[in-house]
């Protein structure tokens, strides 16, 4: 998919050279999410690390989508300023057992839609959940799964969002 252009900003597919902002804007995610479940008074860095050698893995994987949006270069109100990137947004495809409520098996995931505050409000979220929806469609996906932000909320049932029939739990050995 190459950049979506007309209903929004332009969005395209993260490259090698997006790493170090990608790995920026994923932490900033957990950052905004706060508490202890996503920002442990325990953790350390390390996990960046980690999370760029992933990352670069899953680049071009083709269950995982990664989506960008471009900075304009004025970030912080300094136009000299690096570009980086607006937003991201990254998306996986596993396949299940199929079932009477999941046909071929296939659930689409979007891990974490995240825009950079300076560039807020701009559409950059919509476009990249625009495009990422386009890309589940096209693998023919049953459903698509996400956990929202309560700012994220408003957007994601914009788009078809509803509430998940399966209870949640979880285990952490």
């Not at 209903?7 to 920026?24: F, I, M």
């Not at 980690?50 to 990352?55: D, G, K, M, N, Q």
């Amino acid at each position: 998919m190459g950049q979506r252009k007309g209903n929004g900003p332009a969005v395209r597919q993260a490259v090698e050279y997006d790493l170090v902002e990608l790995v920026r804007l994923r932490a900033l995610l957990f950052e905004n999410l706060g508490g202890h479940f996503f920002s442990p008074a325990s953790a350390d860095d390390d996990w960046l690390d980690a999370l760029a050698v992933v990352l670069k893995e899953q680049l071009t994987a083709d269950a995982v989508r990664i989506l960008v949006v471009d900075g304009d270069g004025d970030r912080d109100g300094d136009s000299d300023s690096d570009r980086g990137l607006a937003a991201c947004g990254i998306a996986t495809i596993e396949q299940r057992l199929p079932g009477p409520h999941l046909r071929n098996g296939r659930i689409g995931h979007v891990i974490g839609v995240v825009t950079d505050p300076s560039y807020r409000r701009r559409g950059h979220s919509r476009s990249i959940m625009r495009s990422l929806l386009d890309w589940f469609e096209e693998r023919e996906v049953a459903r698509v799964d996400l956990y929202a932000s309560a700012e994220g909320e408003p957007l994601y049932r914009e788009l078809g969002f509803t509430d998940h029939p399966d209870p949640a739990l979880y285990w952490r050995p």
